[in-house]
């Protein structure tokens, strides 16, 4: 290969690249069978509303368990699913569950009346059939289209913004929550915007990480959240590590927020035990209900 393109040229195809490719290979033939052998597992991330420190949702976040090589992130698997044609059964998956967790979780909980559940949606599951899949399993699982939030990139938005204005006013219909994920590292022209019935901005966590460090990110939030205030949008912040962001974040007005500051992603017991506790501080000590401030 190497020589075909002339003298003096190197291609660095090396070990590594191959241990890559080999690598994703792999990963691919073994997320094929990931359902079956139930190596998924949904982790939930609370979202806060930043004004009164009550927990106002989770966002489900997928975790796979490999046999052989334990642990593996998202942030790897799932391009690899999307480009294995995976993602559609794999969301639907990662829908269905989520949903199911949050009916038991309004049963037991019955003093969160409130809560939502954001789920992460690939650019591949907007197909046209999407919504009646969401209906059915909205239907199998008891959940009421408000109760339900999906975070959409930018990215996946755009590579077909007619399909997609298309799509989310079906979902919208459904009384579904939308949401643009990472928003302000992607591409969406704010002519395009408007005409997205979405109803929150999601603020990168590289901009909500730097607000201190860096004047511009800082300025960057406080546009994007006086940009979705004046369209009528919500704003949550991700990211968030420490009282100084959260604080300046407040002081914004950004309406909610998550991170590692208030909570890692948690495994459902845990998440249980969070919602028992702040369940009970709202029940004996209404102004404990800030504890998680
Ligand atoms: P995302 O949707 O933007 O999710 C936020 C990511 O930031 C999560 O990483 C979360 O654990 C992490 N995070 C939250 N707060 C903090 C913080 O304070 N500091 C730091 N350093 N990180 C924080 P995770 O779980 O590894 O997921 C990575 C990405 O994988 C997600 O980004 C999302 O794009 C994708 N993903 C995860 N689950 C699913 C899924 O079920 N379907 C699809 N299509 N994508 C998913
Ligand atoms: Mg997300
Ligand atoms: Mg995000
Ligand atoms: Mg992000």
Redesign the pocket.
Known sequence: RAKQQGKGCYVVFDATMRTDALRRLQLQTDLRWAIEKNQFQLHY?PIINLENGEISGF????RWQHPQEGFI???EF?PVAEEAGL?VDI?EW?LRQACRQLREWKQKFNCHPQLRMS????GQQFTSDLSQKIDRILTETEVMGSELKL?ITETAIMSDPQLAIATLNELKHREIKLCI??FGTGYCSLGYLHQFPVDVLKID?SFVSQMFLDENKRELVKVIVALAHSLGMDAIA????SQEQLYQLKSLECQYG????FSK?LNPQEAERLLNKSSMAEKFHRQDSSVLL
Do not use: K, M, T, W
């Open positions: 991330q966002e489900a976040l997928l992130s998202p942030a799932i993602i969301g990662v789920v992460n949606l690939s975070e994920d990472d966590r991700e990211g968030i590590e998550q991170g590692y500051y992603p």
